[in-house]
């Protein structure tokens, strides 16, 4: 396992998030070297002034948190997040249009945002708690059709987080076609770990540094 904080994306979402919020969040990424700030969209060309030295990824929102704005609109907002700066783009699918089984809808959405974005990472937010077992899989092999790069659990304002049953059902889903972002109630070193050793690739959390100082201060007790 690389270094903990390596699988972190640093993250603030709220809706009363203010510019000065903004750049305590990107000085901290860089301090801790986290991979990544995620944050809302206005603040992507903020964020990429800050971060322009540095190594720290810049992952943007679109469409969040509900999922249910129009695809025209998710693909103008991730377009912007780009040109302003964004390495990669967290979107939320249309929840309801999953429910209602409107797939070829749901794929479209998610194909034109990658379309859009080319190159640069989409991760898709599948807000697993409105989700049963089988349309967690139906959303999986959707945005493995439609060319994602990964399926992420939650956007952290649901009734509940990731856990390990969804990310498991995401795990066997997708193999190793999709990376996986497990966000959403992530608060300690031990459930990020764990989750890591289930086979996430990236930890989305606004306790990125309790997450880290905590597995160093444990580290720095059993040595002797």
């Known amino acids: 396992m690389k270094d903990l904080n390596r699988y972190i994306d640093h993250t603030f979402l709220k809706a009363t998030a203010?510019?000065?919020?903004?750049?305590?969040?990107?000085?901290?990424a860089k301090e801790y070297n986290f991979y990544a700030v995620c944050l809302n969209s206005c603040y992507v060309s903020l964020a990429a002034n800050e971060l322009q030295n540095s190594d720290v990824k810049i992952a943007s929102v679109v469409g969040f948190p509900l999922g249910s704005n129009s695809t025209r609109s998710k693909v103008c907002e991730a377009e912007q997040c780009i040109k302003d700066g964004a390495d990669e783009i967290d979107m939320v699918l249309n929840i309801g249009y999953l429910k209602a089984k409107m797939y070829?809808?749901?794929?479209?959405?998610?194909?034109?945002?990658?379309e859009a974005i080319g190159s640069s990472l989409l991760k898709v937010i599948l807000e697993t708690c409105y989700l049963t077992d089988d349309e967690i899989r139906i959303a999986c092999q959707i945005a493995k059709q439609a060319g994602a790069d990964y399926v992420k659990t939650s956007t952290g304002f649901g009734t509940d987080g990731a856990t390990e049953h969804v990310v498991k059902i995401m795990i066997d889903e997708v193999g190793d076609t999709l990376k996986i972002k497990a966000s959403g109630g992530i608060k300690n070193t031990a459930t990020a770990k764990r989750y890591i050793e289930m086979g996430v690739s990236r930890i989305g959390t606004s306790s990125g540094i309790e997450i880290v100082t905590s597995l160093k201060k444990d580290t720095d007790e059993h040595t002797y």
């Open 18 to 28: 203010t510019p000065q919020d903004i750049l305590k969040l990107c000085n901290e």
């Open 104 to 114: 070829e809808s749901v794929r479209k959405e998610i194909s034109a945002i990658k």
